[in-house]
């Protein structure tokens, strides 16, 4: 019977400790996207996008063909003009286990000398290395009509 009731024991405290670190790694990838944004806004979106990302990244491009790794990701960087394009983002969805996660959100895009903004959604997918730090491994977005 006492061995019953500590192997009872022992699961519901794996099931409890499993919940709990689940809300933990959410609430950490929510953080990091939103740091992610934050860097984007500050810095600009060439420096946070590269500090962000994995070697190992992939880029999905809406109507082009998807980056493969860092240093395509910066090649393609290197070639818009940083200081005139704002990029921000909001993440509405966190969703982690282990050491992968997504986030789900919408973007704007402001383009300083236009009167016109981009709206869209994006996804990312994240990985939580060993020294703790999520770094995206695969990152994707579409353009939508202006929000309500």
């Known amino acids: 019977m006492t061995k019953k009731l500590f192997f009872l024991l022992l699961i519901l405290s794996a099931c409890i400790h499993h919940g709990t670190d689940k809300k933990f ?9 939103q740091d ?3 860097m984007s806004i500050e810095k600009g979106m060439k420096e946070a996008f590269l500090s962000y990302a994995a070697d190992s990244v992939i880029m999905l491009r809406q109507g082009e063909l998807p980056l493969f790794g860092k240093a395509e990701l910066t090649k393609h960087l290197e070639t818009i003009p940083d200081k005139q394009i704002h990029l921000r983002w909001v993440p509405i969805v966190a969703e982690a286990s282990g050491n992968l996660g997504y986030t789900f959100g919408k973007w704007e895009l402001r383009t300083t ?13 994240w990985k939580r290395f060993p020294d703790g730090k999520w770094k995206y491994v ?10 309500d």
């Open 25 to 33: 790694l959410e609430k950490e990838l929510l953080k990091t996207d």
């Open 138 to 147: 695969l990152d994707g977005g579409n353009n939508t009509p202006k929000p």
């Open 113 to 125: 000398g236009k009167d016109t903004v981009e709206y869209g959604t994006y996804v990312t997918i």
């Open 36 to 38: 992610f944004c934050l």
